[in-house]
């Protein structure tokens, strides 16, 4: 097969971590593979509050008390506009008046140092890895609050398990989650009488069934490439094996990359990709809802809102867990981010800060942000946007979150030229995965 060129600037921008920027569901996947992308301001415009009626005066909890919140958002999108519907709500329940800073994508950048300073605000977004990492010297303790808020009930494990995990306590509220997996329109698995296939083996029989009914089964663009197989890689080998190779090579001894790479020629063999893939970011996927012929894309969840707008199509979309493979060390493992929200150690009034983090994000408040955003609420319990179907469904069954790539970016240096090898991996420019495996040594 013809090479097609690699675009070295996305393939480093994927590396840059879980959130960069991205400020509407048009925006290129490699700026910010795991930030919720904001939806149209128009939708959130209609959006109605869903304030509830004010207790009587003198009775709010929170009567005189003011929280300052800095937003990774802007107060016209629609995740703006749902934190301020929740706010009016709060306030006219407990009193408690917020004051939103917008601050925009830039907020990563001047956080850190101003939780140093200790600059007045209570509470703020950014990516929950951040938060749990970078910033667990200067966010509150939010373990008991949550405990004796029910909050387990109201989020899912996977983010308070992890973030709980990396700071030594609960360090901060989730917001808006981003999952990845296999997408896929549920219209040509209707048609081809098939379900969401859970082993490899399954989803092989699956995409022949679909190729004999005259659809193609999967898009895949070359931006995407190390996603694809960085997840099915670590079904063999785990996460931090990946991440392992990736750093100092050695993938020809590992009998789990040659299985994987010899599975990939397999599937790329037996005719399973799309006319023209790997293709050009982002013509693969945009084929999904121009042709309504391609079945399935292995990505984040934007990539549904995205495909419908650049497509102008309203395609029935489904999610399922990337498929499990024998003998793999992790079968349970999802790609998982959350941009989340944060309290400040030096609040003066933490608990209705985190009451207030709780009320957005849970409930009413959480299926509003939801449904004017097109994204996964925060709350399981809620329902996701029909673009979002299957989402909140693979979270809940995820034990543990999988990084952008799966630790083939853990080698920054690397990154680029362990894609060139991918992308050839599936133009089906090798012979065996032993050969697969020999290519990527050879980068070493």
Known sequence: MKKKPISVLLAAAMTAGLLAGC???????????????????????????????????????????????WSMWTNNEPQGQALQQAAEAFEAETGAKIKFEWKGRETKNILSSALEAQEK??????????????????????????KEAGYADK????????????????????EQPSVGGVFYNKDIFDD???????????????????????????????TYAPFLFGYHLSRHIGQAAVEELATNGGWSGNPGVVKAGQEMIDFVKAGYLADGAPDEYPASQNKIGL???????????????????????ELNWGLFAYPTVEGGVD?????????????????????????????????????????????????????????????????????APLSWNMGLNANADKISVIQEVIVKLYEGSYATGEDFAKALDALY
């Not at 569901?25 to 109605?48: D, M, R, V, Y």
């Not at 859970?198 to 895949?220: H, I, N, R, S, V």
Request: glycine letters at 6%.
């Open 155 to 174: 989020s899912y494990a996977v983010f308070n398990n992890q973030a709980t995990e990396w700071a030594g306590f609960l360090p901060c509220v989730t």
């Open 192 to 222: 081809c009488g098939i379900t969401a296939p859970a082993t490899w083996d399954e989803f092989m029989t699956a995409c022949q069934t679909m190729k004999d009914k005259g659809y193609q089964p999967l898009a895949l663009d070359s």
């Open 331 to 399: 079968n349970t493992s999802t790609f998982a981010g959350a941009n989340s929200i944060g309290i400040t150690k030096y609040s003066e009034n933490p608990q209705a800060a985190f009451d207030f983090a709780v009320f957005l994000t849970s409930g009413k408040q959480s299926q509003n942000m939801a449904d004017l955003s097109n994204n996964i609420p925060a709350d399981p319990s809620n329902t996701p946007p029909a673009v979002q179907s299957g989402t909140n469904e693979v979270l809940i069954n995820t034990t």
């Open 291 to 313: 042709t309504q012929k391609i079945a399935m894309v292995v990505c984040a969840n934007y990539i549904t809102a995205e495909v419908n707008a650049n497509t102008g199509t």
């Open 121 to 146: 605000f209570d509470m703020f977004e950014d990516d929950y890895t951040r938060i749990s990492k970078n910033y667990v010297n200067y966010v509150a303790d939010l373990t008991d609050m949550a």
């Open 23 to 69: 400020g509407s569901n048009n925006a290129k996947p490699a700026e910010t593979p795991a930030e919720t992308p904001a939806a149209t301001t128009a939708k959130a415009e209609t959006g109605e509050t869903t304030a509830a009626p004010a207790a009587a005066e003198g009775d709010k909890k929170y009567e005189g008390v003011e929280l300052t919140y």
